[in-house]
C-alpha cells in the first residue's frame, strides 16, 4: 500500500481543548521472532521523541510509511506530541493513508452535520464513512448523523475503526473476555476480543496479573503508532513469495523472478551469495549467466517503502556448464551417425516443397552419393536458410544426371548421436515502427528499414501520427544437449528477453480502431552445421473513444525462461516499466488503449527452434468527474514455446509459457495532466471564457444504473452543477461538486432540463439538455448453446439435457448478433473468442442475462483467457485467474456451501472425475460460496451471483473441464446450473 503525506503545516485541534494525559502504563510491546522487520532509525525523526522511548520504533515506521509527519514547529523542527490524544479527524486522516490513500471524490454534501466540507481532514472522514468504517452517531432527533471530530478516540471505539478497516474478518469472540475489564455484553466486546486475538492489542497487566483494557480511556497518539503497525503487520505482512530458484547451467544465460506481497508500496531487492555472472535488479530480476559451477545459499532481502526488510535464504544451484566453446555464444558441437551425410550448398540444384504444407519433398543433388536410408543435412540455401535435416526415402537419376531425391523431415537425433546446440544474441534485434530506422546489429546488414507513414483506422476513427511507435528489442537464447547415456535429449533451456516500447504521440478523434505493421526484421547468424535465422515482426493497434492530444512513452522489459532436464520443468517470467509523464487535453472523458506486439521466431536446420510473443498494451484513460483523474496503465501477455520433439524422438511437445505476467496500474493523476507542449508553470495561462462541452446525454433504461458525467471548460475551477430549468427523472440526482448524473431510473420518461455551471469566481453557463429513460427491454426465456462445432465437448447432451428438462433451446454455431431473447447462454467448447464476443458476452451479464462459460487445461489458454477477460470485465474486487497452471489432480466434490444451493438437491452428485481440469486461481480469501466445485487446494469451479457483479445484476458459472458435461450421468448438475442461472432477476 502506498501512503499519503500529512502537510507539514496541518494543524490539529488548539492544544489548550485537549486533555492533559494522566501517567499511565503503556501496553505491551509485540516482540517478533521471525517475519518482517523495521531497523528504527538511529536519530528521531522527530525532535520530542527519544530513540530510547517506548514504541519508538513504531513512530519512526509511521513517520517512514507517510502516516504521519507531524508538526512544523516554529523553529523549523519536527514534533510528534507523542502523550496526547488523538482526536477523530486525525484517526481519519491515519486510517485513510494506513489503507493507501486510495483515489475516492469526497461528496459535495458532507454525511456529517457537523462537519464542514472545507474543514481539515474531510476528505478522509468521508471516507471512513463511505466504507462503514465509521457510522457516527444518531442524534435525538433520529436522523441527523453526527461524527463530533474533534473529540478524542477512545479505545473502545479505536477498536471497532481497526477491526472494519480489516475488512470485518469472520470472528467468532471467546465466551470468557480476555480482559477483566470487560464485559461480554459490552459495546464493542467482539472487535476488543479481536484485537487481544491478533496480538494487536495485549492491554495492561494489572498488580494483581489479570488483563485489562481500559475501554474508556482516550487513545494517546505513541500508543496509536503501535496499534496501527502492528494492525498493518497483521493485516498486511510484507512476505517473499519464492520458495525455490530454478537451476543455472554455468555459460547459459539466467532468468528467475522474485516476488513479493504485503508490506507498503512497492519492493526494493538485494542479494548476497550469488554466483559470478550472475547480478539482481532492485525490481527483484534475477539475470545474467553463472560463470562457474556449484551450489550457491542467496540471501534475498525486500524492503518495502516503509523500511520495513524480509530476509530469506535459497539456493541456487548450477549443476552443469556449457562446454568451453560453447559458453555465450552460438555454437554447436555435434557427432554425426554413421548414415549422416553432409550436402554442402554448391552441391544443390532444387528444393521441392509441399504446397499446403511447406514441407520439404524432394531435393535434387550433384556430385553427391546418396542411398535409401540415410540422413542428410543441408546447408543454408536459396529458400532454406537454416539448413535442414532429412531422411531419404528414395533416389532416381535425372535426365540431366542428377539425382532427385524423396525426403521426409528428420531431427537431430536421427543426424547426430549425441551433441549440444547454443543460440544466443547478444545484440538485439531492433526496429522501430513510426519512423525510418537502420537495423543495429552486426549480424545483419544496416539497410535502412521503410516504415509506414500512415496509420490506418476503422469504425469511424482518424488519427494524425506524431511518432506513434512499437520498438521491439529482443534478445532469444536457445541452449540444448543430447547424449546416449542420459537416454536421449537430457536438457533444453529457452529463453526470450526485450524489451517494447510503445510510444503515444497522436492526435486522435471519433470512435473506432486504427493500427499500422511495421517491418520484418530478419538476422541470419552462420553456423558450422546451417545457420540460425530469427525473424521479428512488430504491430501496432490504438483503440480510441472520444477526442484528444497525448503523449508519453512507456517501455515494458520483459523476459521468460523454461528449462527441461531429464523430464523435470521449470519456468520464470518478468516484467516491469519505465515511463515518462503523461501529456492529455481532452474536451471530455477519453478511454484510450495502444496495443504493440512483437513475434519472433528463431529456427535452426529447418526444423528447430523457439517462438515468443510480446504484447503489451498501455492504456491511458482520462475521467474529469473522478479519482484519480487520469491513469496510465499497462498489461504484457507473453508466449514463449520451443520445439523438444525436434531435438530428439520422443520429445515432449510443449508450450512454454503462456499467459499475462504484468499488469497493473503504471501511474495516475489527481488532477488533470498538462497537455502536450504545456507552456512553462511560470508562464500564467489566461482565463477562458465558461463554457459547458455537453450538448447531449445518452438515454437511460429503466431500472439499469446509470452514470454520466456533466463537461464544462474556462473559467476557475472548481465548478458547481446546477439544474435552473426542469427536473431530472425519478431515481436519478445530479452531484452539484462533481456534475455526475447517476441513479436508477424508475420510469418511463423524457426530460427536458438546462444545466447550469458557476465558477469560483461566480461566472455561469448553461446548456438545454434532454435525457430519455426508455422501457426495460424484455429479456426472453430461451437458452442459447453455442460453440464452433460439438467434437464430443457436451453440446448436444447440454442442449437435449436443458429441453427435457421444459427450456426452450436454441443451438447456434456462433454468437447471435441479437442477446436480447435469452435468459441464459452455454458455452461448452474448447474455442476462444474474439475480443468483441468477450466484450458482448460480458454486456449480457451486466445487463442482467447468465452465462455458463467453460474452462480447460493448457491445450486451450485462448478459450481461458476468453473466459478470464469476461469474469475481470463483470466481477467485483476478484482478481481471478482462468487457467495457467497445468493439469490439476482430484479428487474432486461440489461444494455445499456454494451460493444459491447450486450443488444441492435436485443434484444427486457430491465428488465427480473430471479429465484432467484446469484451475481457476485468484480466490484466496474470496467467500466460500464462490467455490462450486474444487479439491483440497484448487478450486475449478465458480459460481458467481447478483451480489459478485459490478453491475448488481446477472449470473456466471464456471466449470474447467469441456469434456464434464458430455455424460448423461451429469444431468442432475446441468439442471442444477441451469435451475441457477434461470433465477436472474
Known sequence: ?????????????????????????????????????????????????????????????????GVSTGWSEANGSKTYRALQAVNRDAMAAFMYRLSGSPGFVPPAESPFADVSTSQQFYKEMAWLASKGISTGWTEADGFTKTYRALQPVNRDAMAAFLYRLAGSPDYTPPAVSPFADVATSQQFYKEMAWLASTGISTGWTEANGSKTYRALQAVNRDAMAAFMYRFHLNTSPLTIANNNLMDGIAGVRYLEQLTGAGGFGSLVWNATGLPQGVTLSTTGVLSGSPAATGDYPVTVTATDDSGMTLSRT????????????????????????????????????AINRDPESNQIVSVELTAVDVTVGQVLTLDPWANLESGAILNVDDVQMTADRTILVSVSTANLSAAYSEGTVHFTDEAAVTTSLGESEALSTPFAVKEPVQAPKKIQCEGGATADLKGLSVTPNMKPSLYADWKPFFGGLHQLQANVEGSITVNLGAAVSGEGVCTVAGPEVKVTVPSGAGAIVMVAQPSL???????????????????????????????AATCGTEHEPLGLSSDSGIEATLTGAIDTRVTWVEIVGITGQINASVSAAYHPTEDPMAELKGRVGFELGACLVCFFDGGPHVTIYSGTIYEKTIASWSTKPPAPGTPDAAVTPSVEPLKVLSTSLPSATVAKAYKIGLAAKGGTQPYTWTITKGALPAGLALNSGTGIVSGVPA????????????????????????????????????????????????????????????????????????????KSIWNPSRYGWTEADERRVASFVADGGAAYLTGERPCCEALNASVQNVLRHVLTDQNVVVGGMGDVQGPFTFNPAASNEITKAPNVLTSFDPDSPGAISGLAGVDARNVFARSETVAIGGVWAEGDMKAGRGRVVVLMDINYLADDARTPIVQNIQHFLSKTP
Not at 560 to 570: L, P
Open 314 to 349: 535459497l539456493n541456487l544451484n548450477v549443476p552443469e556448464a556449457a562446454p568451453e566453446e560453447c559458453a555465450g555464444k552460438p555454437c554447436e558441437i555435434l557427432v554425426p551417425q554413421e548414415n549422416t551425410v553432409h550436402v554442402p550448398g554448391d552441391n544443390i540444384v
Open 1 to 65: 500500500m502506498m501512503t499519503g503525506m500529512l502537510p507539514a503545516n496541518a494543524t490539529p485541534a488548539d492544544p489548550a481543548t485537549v486533555p492533559a494525559a494522566a501517567p499511565q502504563t503503556q501496553p505491551d510491546a509485540v516482540v517478533q521472532d521471525s517475519g518482517p522487520s523495521f531497523p528504527a532509525p538511529a536519530t528521531s525523526p522527530f525532535a520530542d521523541v527519544s530513540t530510547t522511548q517506548q514504541f519508538y520504533a513504531e513512530m519512526a515506521w509511521l513517520s517512514k510509511a
Open 541 to 571: 493497434t490504438f483503440e480510441v473513444n472520444g477526442k484528444l492530444d497525448l503523449s508519453t512513452s512507456v517501455t515494458l522489459k520483459c523476459g521468460t525462461s523454461y528449462q527441461w532436464r531429464d523430464g523435470q520443468e521449470s519456468r
Open 747 to 822: 420510469a418511463v420518461a423524457t426530460a427536458e432540463i438546462t444545466v447550469t455551471a458557476t465558477d469560483k469566481s461566480g461566472l455561469v453557463a448553461s446548456a438545454p439538455l434532454t435525457l430519455v429513460v426508455k422501457p426495460t427491454p424484455p429479456r426472453g426465456d430461451k437458452v442459447l448453446v453455442y460453440a464452433d462445432g460439438d467434437e464430443g465437448y457436451g453440446i448436444a447432451n447440454v442442449a437435449k439435457t436443458l429441453r427435457d428438462s421444459g427450456a426452450e433451446v436454441v443451438e447456434a454455431t456462433a454468437l447471435p448478433a441479437d442477446l436480447s431473447g435469452y
